[in-house]
């Protein structure tokens, strides 16, 4: 039987491998159109470029999802339950105090955000605060300060700008192509001009693959902290599974934030081998998935 920490060791692991290959493929990418073009500089200008891009996305990421959400900040006096369990796993975790919000919207759901423990804040909705109990909201809370102290802002962050960054990059070398741009002999290197048109195709949708892929992880990852935060994995798996039950979608989704929140705010409901399909294509595992690996659990 998997403890806590094997679980949340090997999704560290996991994580941070996904995170280097992603690293790889943008370097291998901006490789390959700097030398194609006979300009050095494209690959000097792209790490520059994602650097910058990751910087501010993730330096004013609360702001955006905030307002995105339309979320409000609550204090104590307001929701003293909600505001006393955020406090309370707060000091147990170890982490400063975050900003508490509410989002007026029926869909359960909650999410995360805020580029340091120091500026984090933590945001349910109405829907979550009425079907669920004192301790299955714990566990909500505890995996959503999972993301803060595993830093998943600042990883997410980092993964959503590169996947976006190479698509930029195969959009410019395909124009580049088109127009006819480029210092290499097209003429006598067509293995190179095929290979640089496959990768094209191929290259935004291997990045926005990894990209969710490192999500999912992240999901897996927050859930093992945030039980081994209450020592009480059940809490959070009967959470999951009556936010997984709603079938209500929230009204404000954006793809930009889905990532963030405990559960796909579009609450798709595919099944059998569309499920399977539709899995690699999500930013989060299956609910049934993180439930019985919850339920698996040994807390000593």
């Given amino acids: ?26 370097i291998a990418i901006c490789y390959y159109v700097s030398w194609y073009l006979d300009n050095p500089a494209i690959l000097y200008i792209g790490a520059v470029f994602a650097m910058v891009s990751s910087v501010g996305s993730y330096w004013y990421s609360d702001k955006v999802v905030l307002s995105m959400t339309g979320a409000r900040q609550i204090s104590k006096e307001q929701a003293p339950e909600l505001y006393n369990i955020v406090e309370n796993l707060a000091i147990t975790a170890g982490l400063p105090m975050p900003k508490v919000f509410i989002v007026e919207d029926p869909s359960p759901n909650a999410f995360a955000t805020g580029r340091d423990p120091e500026h984090a804040v933590v945001a349910v909705t109405t829907g979550l605060l009425q079907i669920l109990d004192r301790t299955e909201l714990e566990g909500v809370v505890a995996h959503e300060l999972s993301h803060v102290g595993n830093r998943d802002m600042l990883v997410m962050t980092v993964a959503v700008v590169l996947a976006g960054f190479i698509a930029i990059i195969a959009d410019f070398f395909s124009r580049s192509l088109m127009y006819g741009g480029g210092g290499r002999d097209r003429d006598r290197s067509p293995l190179f001009l095929i290979l640089g048109i496959v990768g094209i195709i191929l290259a935004p949708i291997a990045a926005k693959l990894m990209q969710l892929a490192i999500s999912r992880k992240r999901e897996y990852l927050a859930d093992a902290t945030g039980a081994l935060l209450t020592r009480y994995p059940e809490g959070l798996a009967s959470a999951l599974e009556k936010i997984s039950n709603s079938g209500i979608p929230m009204r404000k989704a954006s793809h930009a934030t889905a990532h963030l929140f405990i559960s796909d705010p579009y609450k798709s409901d595919k099944k059998g081998v569309m499920e399977k399909i539709g899995s690699l294509f999500a930013t989060h595992p299956p609910a049934a998935d993180r439930i019985r690996i919850l339920r698996g659990m040994d807390t000593q």
């Avoid at 403890?3 to 290959?21: E, H, I, R």
């Fill in 1 to 26: 039987m998997a403890t806590l920490y094997t679980q949340q060791s090997n999704n560290v692991t996991k994580t941070f491998m996904l995170m280097g290959v992603f690293m790889m493929f943008v």
